[in-house]
């Protein structure tokens, strides 16, 4: 029998040794004037804070957006590419400190390197089950995921749907990047409830919330000296 009783339910938030991600993004707001838009995030991608901040603004009073920024303290920063976080920390380099931008730099995700180490996960599992029936000669099912791992531009597709209804356009940049992380997010929890689903497949590993890279980016970014002053 492939399945198990057992049901493998990772945590949707809490990720221990984790803080989470941090989004920026920079375009119109409301107004058409341009703005600043930062979000936190959890480990798999739930948003827990957004702000919108016009360029005017920071000029006037930098030290609100040093509160903001505060709050992106231990997380990894992520985009489709390494080009457009780094873009923006390159526009409010005059407003944080020499300690805090070098950390943001060093601690960029993209969301097609964490969408491929999805991929080879479920390429490596589907190889064990292979591997299961030769040594057993069973009559074993392929392994069966509740959607497959999309290409970039499909996931650009479906995310910047979701942001749609967003208030200005530069929240729903930030919007659309919070929604590809939390669809990858979810990906690889169905890849490891199918995986675990299958006792042979547990000598792999016990489930994890996250993939080994991707986790270790993040638990990397807690505790950095760099990250303590603003």
């Known amino acids: 029998m492939e399945a198990s009783d057992y049901e493998f339910s990772p945590p949707i938030d809490y990720v221990p040794g984790a803080r989470g991600h941090g989004v920026l993004a920079t375009g119109p707001d409301t107004d058409g004037s341009e703005a600043l838009a930062v979000w936190s995030l959890s480990p798999t991608g739930r948003a827990g804070g957004a702000w919108v901040v016009r360029f005017d603004e ?57 969408l491929a180490e999805v991929g080879e996960h479920r390429s490596r599992y589907a190889t064990a089950v292979e591997q299961h029936r030769v040594h057993t000669r069973s009559k074993l099912a392929p392994l069966a995921w509740p959607s497959e791992v999309p290409g970039q531009q499909g996931l650009v597709g479906w995310a910047g749907r979701t942001s749609a209804a967003a208030a200005s356009p530069v929240a729903a940049t930030a919007l659309g990047i919070t ?31 996250l993939p080994p890279r991707w986790l270790a980016r993040l638990r990397g970014a807690v505790g950095s000296p760099s990250r303590v002053s603003a």
């Open 58 to 114: 920071i000029e006037r009073h930098p030290e609100h957006l040093l509160g903001i920024m505060s709050m992106l303290q231990d997380r990894c920063l992520v985009d489709w590419d390494r080009e457009g976080p780094s873009g923006v920390l390159d526009k409010i380099a005059g407003v944080l400190s020499a300690d805090r931008f070098t950390a943001l730099l060093g601690s960029i995700l993209t969301i097609p390197e964490l």
């Open 179 to 209: 929604a590809a992380v939390a669809s990858t997010a979810q990906l690889w929890q169905d890849t490891e409830q199918a995986r675990y689903r299958r006792a042979y497949l547990r000598p792999l590993g016990d489930p994890q919330p």
